[in-house]
């Protein structure tokens, strides 16, 4: 059984949440602060994370940014804020998903259920190269070289889906579609904002390989010379 902890400040938006994934057969802790849920985590981690941005004390994106620092557990963020900096700042502290509040339980439901569906696929056999890269599925692990790329879960699947198309171009819908689950809940915003911290960790690990915007398109990897 998967285990779910959610953090929410909103004693009834804890409930419901909490009840709905019950009911969907998920093991499902509540926090009504963000230390609570650290200190839970820290001694018994969960399979998925869902944070309210707005918390007294540690809120959502300092949590985030705390649990990425030891961990690639997936995290949704919860916030009544929609604008385009709150999505890069959610995205840049190591969140997979954007949730605006007010939401519907079926959606938010249906985005846990895509985030543990691309876990559990079946991964291809053998390990993808491209450049100085090495990606492998089995152990959903990234090198270049000998060295480690530490990436969280939305991050490795996007790179596995453009080493496993590396020759085409891949649009932003595709991304959306393959590496989120759907294709209608989010905005093409996401996909950006992932690339972009994808590109930062090649940078920052010396890598040849770039993700290359093919204006109007989408993304597809290129290495340097």
């Given at each position: 059984m998967r285990r779910i902890y959610i953090a929410d400040d909103e004693v009834d938006i804890l409930k419901l949440i909490q009840s709905f994934l019950l009911e969907e057969g998920y093991d499902v802790k509540s926090f009504?602060?963000?230390?609570?849920?650290?200190?839970?985590?820290?001694?018994?981690?969960?399979?998925?994370?869902?944070?309210?941005?707005?918390?007294?004390?540690?809120?959502?994106?300092?949590?985030?940014?705390?649990?990425?620092?030891?961990?690639?557990?997936?995290?949704?963020?919860?916030t009544a804020r929609d604008t385009d900096a709150d999505y890069i700042t959610g995205f840049t502290?190591?969140?997979?998903?954007?949730?605006?509040?007010?939401?519907?339980?079926?959606?938010?439901?249906?985005?846990?259920?895509?985030?543990?569906?691309?876990?559990?696929?079946?991964?291809?056999?053998?390990?993808?190269?491209?450049?100085?890269?090495?990606?492998y599925p089995p152990q959903r692990t990234v090198y270049r070289g000998d060295v480690e790329l530490k990436l969280t879960n939305t991050e490795f699947s996007l790179l596995r889906y453009l080493m496993e198309n590396q020759k085409k171009v891949v649009s932003r819908e595709e991304l959306l579609n393959i590496v989120w689950g759907y294709d209608n809940f989010v905005e093409t915003r996401a996909t950006d904002d992932i690339v972009k911290r994808l590109r930062k960790k090649l940078l920052g690990a010396g890598s040849s390989v770039v993700i290359e915007t093919v204006w109007g398109i989408g993304f597809r990897l290129r290495g340097l010379e």
């Open positions: 009504v602060s963000g230390g609570e849920l650290l200190t839970a985590f820290e001694n018994q981690p969960a399979d998925l994370l869902v944070l309210d941005v707005m918390m007294p004390g540690m809120d959502g994106l300092s949590l985030c940014s705390a649990i990425r620092k030891r961990s690639n557990v997936p995290i949704i963020l919860l502290v190591g969140c997979d998903d954007y949730f605006t509040k007010p939401f519907s339980m079926v959606k938010l439901a249906l985005r846990i259920k895509a985030i543990f569906s691309r876990m559990t696929d079946e991964p291809k056999e053998g390990c993808l190269s491209f450049g100085d890269l090495t990606l």
